[in-house]
């Protein structure tokens, strides 16, 4: 969906002499008649500027997307003084109505769903309905848990604008599509249940209005709300670690908690093959301003920035010295100013 802006007295002066020249064609010599008598609504049709800042051709269409300009086309509606799209009082511009067409910006806050798809226009000949539907935004997607999913396993999804879902894991260059049974839905929150051979592959969500794909890709977590394939490792001083720490999250319910004294750090182990990947992804948050110094296999250090809000980070392995597996990951509190209590979540790896 594209948000389009009146940008001149010229391009209003065009939309205009569009609906001239579609109301000439379209008119027959009952028109003046039927426009003295209660109002009509013919067809409800695009308007203003494609992409490419051509003009949008004025075909009639039966859904409407938010934060965009249409004509509504009919006739009697030249005393318009209210216009509803789902029982929603929609703004327009009187300079912008005729007898024949009013020019419509369909609000952003329009409701989409349990709505009664219907345009209503009232005017002071009396009142006309006209089935229309508004499309809800394309979805958004925060994330998906568990990241280390199986076959049969009910994952839960979070994001937006989730009306009437359908999921699939994600066309990739080689494998089609491939439908995922949705157990439960909201606006908000979807849980499907896996198929086979999901592993290395996204998940994507679509509505109506477009579709939207999941940052991680199965199977590839070191930490969604739990700590993977860890086979040693522990903190040189400070508090300790809970990985579990279910107050905040990137992503799923929990994260992993780090009370760092000054220059406190740590070495983790793992024995993890990176061929599939090309890039290791970390989110980070801190109770103040900071950095952490970060490396893999005691190689190149990296420093991962760390503010009072989530940073998700996606670190090409040529910044960390191009590992082929991964066998240590090491963290160390690194700002010189008396430590910090960072949480990490949504640690894993990127498909290459």
């Given amino acids: 969906m594209k948000n389009i802006k009146i940008v001149s007295l010229a391009a209003c002066m065009a939309w205009m002499l569009s609906l001239m020249l579609f109301t000439s064609c379209s008119s027959d010599d009952s028109s003046a008649e039927a426009s003295t008598g209660a109002p009509v609504i013919e067809s409800v049709m695009p308007s203003g500027y494609n992409a490419d800042g051509t003009l949008k051709p004025l075909t009639p269409v039966t859904l409407v997307d938010p934060k965009n300009y249409y004509v509504i086309h009919g006739k009697g509606l030249l005393t318009t003084k209210k216009v509803y799209f789902n029982d929603f009082d929609t703004y327009f511009r009187p300079t912008f109505v005729t007898d024949t067409d009013i020019i419509v910006l369909v609000d952003e806050d329009t409701p989409y769903a349990n709505a009664s798809n219907q345009l209503k226009v009232v005017t002071d000949r009396g009142t006309v309905v006209y089935n229309l539907t508004v499309a809800p935004p394309v979805p958004t997607f925060s994330g998906f848990n568990s990241i280390n999913c ?203």
């Fill in 150 to 352: 199986a076959e049969g396993d009910q994952v839960i999804i979070k994001g937006k604008y989730f009306l009437n879902p359908v999921v699939t894991l994600a066309e990739t260059a080689t494998q089609p599509a491939v439908p995922v049974t949705v157990v439960s839905s909201t606006l908000e929150q979807i849980v499907v249940k896996i198929p086979a051979n999901a592993n290395h592959r996204y998940l994507s969500v679509a509505n109506i209005s477009g579709a939207a794909v999941s940052k991680e890709a199965i199977g590839t977590a070191l930490y969604d709300d739990i700590l993977y394939g860890m086979q040693w490792g522990g903190p040189w001083a400070g508090k300790g670690v809970n990985f579990a720490y279910d107050k905040d999250s990137y992503q799923g319910e929990k994260s992993w908690q780090w009370e760092f004294g000054q220059w406190d750090g740590g070495n983790w182990g793992f024995n993890v093959d990176l061929t599939p990947y090309k890039a290791l992804r970390i989110a980070i948050k801190g109770t103040k301003t900071g950095r952490v110094n970060f490396s893999v296999n005691g190689g190149v250090n990296y420093v991962l920035p760390v503010t009072s809000t989530w940073v998700y980070l996606e670190i090409p392995f040529s910044d960390l010295g191009n590992p082929t597996s991964l066998t240590m990951l090491t963290f160390q509190e690194s700002n010189n100013d008396g430590g910090n209590t960072v949480l990490f979540d949504d640690i894993g790896f990127v498909l290459k």
